[in-house]
């Protein structure tokens, strides 16, 4: 006879039957999909967060702002989507369809990328 894989009670049933009831089976896989639930749910907090701070600095599509104005709102620079690397050669970083780029002076130019997936 089979046991539950999370309380370890007898299991009536189905002879492939894991679990006792549904509370015993989410129980089970929060346990084993734990850590990367959290990591995920952490990444993707900050880039939200990156998101709606870059979207409260440029609400006209276009503008500038400093590095520690990014930091005083908790703008994460490790955080972002994607790059586009221009033919010059300047970097914008985006966190989805909002975008920086790096200027002199601890300066930074924000954009939209209007157009984001095609």
């Known amino acids: 006879?089979?046991?539950c894989l999370t309380c370890k009670s007898k299991l009536t049933g189905r002879a492939?039957?894991?679990f006792c009831d549904a509370e015993c089976r989410?129980?089970?896989?929060n346990k084993q999909n734990g850590?990367?639930?959290n990591f995920i749910k952490n990444v993707n907090n900050a880039l939200k967060k990156n998101r709606r701070i870059l979207m409260e600095l440029n609400p006209k599509g276009?503008?500038?702002?400093?590095?520690?104005?990014l930091l005083d709102r908790g703008f994460k620079f490790s955080y972002f989507t994607n790059e586009y690397i221009t033919r010059s050669?300047?970097?914008y970083h985006f966190v989805?369809?909002?975008?920086?780029?790096?200027l002199e002076d601890d300066k930074y130019a924000l954009v939209v990328r209007n157009k984001y997936v095609k």
């Open 62 to 69: 276009k503008s500038k702002t400093t590095k520690e104005e």
């Open 16 to 18: 492939d039957k894991k």
């Open 35 to 37: 850590f990367q639930n």
């Open 96 to 102: 989805y369809e909002q975008g920086y780029l790096e």
């Open 1 to 3: 006879m089979s046991k």
């Open 89 to 91: 050669g300047n970097v």
């Open 26 to 29: 989410t129980a089970y896989h």
